[in-house]
Each structure stands twice: as structure tokens, then as C-alpha cells.
């Protein structure tokens, strides 16, 4: 109940560009600090840590995205968004958003380290 719910995903040619959405009921009014982010899973593949934002604010980015992905947080509302550009055919996957209290270190890049996980949503892009 409450769980973190996606939005946003879709088809999209190499190149192009998707904005993915989370809302994640649970942390609507929850007072202290919490940390969001997206992991993504290609088929056969393990869950694989795509970007994050802690309790203080601060993003953190893999290397396979950074410079192509930009995350950010709407503080109030517990919304997380992913803005998605330059998409290659290796960024198809089911992209999940996650969140867990407190703010996250190091940790952020384990899937073990988030407790709350949404259903995913299906991003294709084809070259």
C-alpha cells in the first residue's frame, strides 16, 4: 500500500528523448528524510542502478547514464521524475522507481538497499 507508481515510459527511436514519473503515496507526508531513485532491468539481466536522489537532495548517476539522464525530485509531493535524452538501444529496459528512508550513501547502488518498489514501466528504444 503506497507503493511507488511509474509513469512516463513508451517507444521511442535512438536518439529520442522520454520523461519517466513516480509517485510514491507513502512519503507524501512522511516528515523525515527519504532518498528515490531508478533502477532499470534488461531482459536476462540483474536490476541495474540507474540514478538516484538522497535525503539531502543530492543526485547520483551511473556511468552508462550520466550526461544523457537527469533526475529530480518534487521535495513536497514525493514525486520523482527521470528526463531520459540521447536514448540508445541499451537503455531498453523495465525502469523501476524505488525509495527508502533516511538518505542513502554509497548504498544507492544495490537493489537490496531499497525497501519500497513500484510495478515498473517498459522503455523500447529502437535504432
Known amino acids: 500500500q503506497g507503493q511507488p507508481v511509474e509513469s512516463g515510459g513508451g517507444s521511442v527511436q535512438a536518439g529520442g528523448s522520454l520523461r519517466l514519473a513516480c509517485d510514491a503515496p507513502?512519503?507524501?507526508?512522511?516528515?523525515?528524510?527519504?532518498?528515490m531513485a531508478w533502477f532499470r532491468q534488461a531482459p536476462g539481466k540483474e536490476h541495474e542502478a540507474v540514478a538516484a536522489?538522497?535525503?539531502?537532495?543530492?543526485?547520483m548517476y551511473s556511468d552508462s547514464v550520466k550526461g544523457r539522464f537527469t533526475i529530480s525530485k518534487d521535495k513536497d509531493k514525493a514525486r520523482l521524475f527521470l528526463q531520459m535524452t540521447d536514448l540508445k538501444s541499451e537503455d531498453t529496459a523495465i525502469y523501476y522507481c524505488?525509495?527508502?528512508?533516511?538518505?542513502?550513501?554509497?548504498?544507492?547502488?544495490?537493489?537490496?538497499?531499497?525497501?519500497?518498489w513500484g510495478q515498473g514501466t517498459q522503455v523500447t528504444v529502437s535504432s
Open positions: 524505488v525509495a527508502v528512508r533516511g538518505t542513502i550513501g554509497w548504498s544507492w547502488v544495490r537493489p537490496s538497499a531499497w525497501s519500497d
Open positions: 507513502k512519503y507524501h507526508y512522511y516528515s523525515y528524510s527519504y532518498s
Open positions: 536522489i538522497d535525503g539531502l537532495g543530492e543526485a
